[in-house]
T-cell receptor, first 110, second 116 residues
């Protein structure tokens, strides 16, 4: 069964810590995306990657970093520089646009 | 600057009736439009799309209409079913500021409730 797996489902971060959210896809999609959703808001693009070893900043990249060393994997690191990290994070993949989304990771600050 | 707007945060309809979800956009360079459906605690699922060269696309109970002159699109669900109750996001695709990649811009979503 092809799909996108995000882990963990819930994540807690202490002040000053970096945390990494995992995203893996087995759909053979070229492009992968990270979005952030806040209550009552649409999805806002953090980073996206069209091919391995290349990625671009989205609309709200500050305080986040990514890597794309493998086609299947696109981890997102929420750094301590991100002042308001509490949100629901969604990873997606597709060939032209996001076609499949994972079930998300909810990040909270302790 | 919100380029994709869904002005109705919520919509309630009776089962069997038509649901009409609306979306407006400001950027005339958008060339593809998509609708996604999202249940609580899950990721969105792609529902239906339309190219800017068309004015209608139909898939079963779902039809999307595009009015380019008005920069407006709508999603019609006929007949509506209780299982359609979800948040619906409108999204528009266009080149990023560098001109080399496509990216989606999402609206804030409309919560549809279909009452039995």
């Amino acid at each position: 069964d092809g799909g996108i797996t995000q882990s963990p489902k819930y994540l807690f971060r202490k002040e000053g810590q970096n945390v990494t959210l995992s995203c893996e896809q087995n759909l053979n999609h070229d492009a992968m995306y990270w979005y952030r959703q806040d209550p009552g808001q649409g999805l806002r693009l953090i980073y996206y990657s069209q091919i391995v070893n290349d990625f671009q900043k989205g609309d709200i990249a500050e305080g986040y970093s990514v890597s794309r060393e493998k086609k299947e994997s696109f981890p997102l690191t929420v750094t301590s520089a991100q002042k308001n990290p509490t949100a629901f994070y969604l990873c997606a993949s597709g060939n032209l646009w996001p076609q499949h989304f994972g079930d998300g990771t909810r990040l909270s600050i302790l | 600057d919100q380029q994709v707007k869904q002005n109705s945060p919520s919509l309630s309809v009776q089962e069997g009736r038509i649901s009409i979800l609306n979306c407006d956009y400001t950027n005339s360079m958008f060339d593809y439009f998509l609708w996604y459906k999202k249940y609580p605690a899950e990721g969105p699922t792609f529902l239906i799309s339309i190219s800017s060269i068309k004015d209608k696309n139909e898939d079963g109970r779902f039809t999307v209409f595009l009015n380019k002159s008005a920069k407006h699109l709508s999603l019609h669900i006929v007949p509506s079913q209780p299982g359609d109750s979800a948040v619906y996001f409108c999204a528009a695709s266009g080149r990023d500021s560098g001109g080399s990649n496509y990216k989606l811009t999402f609206g804030k979503g409309t919560l549809l409730t279909v009452n039995p």
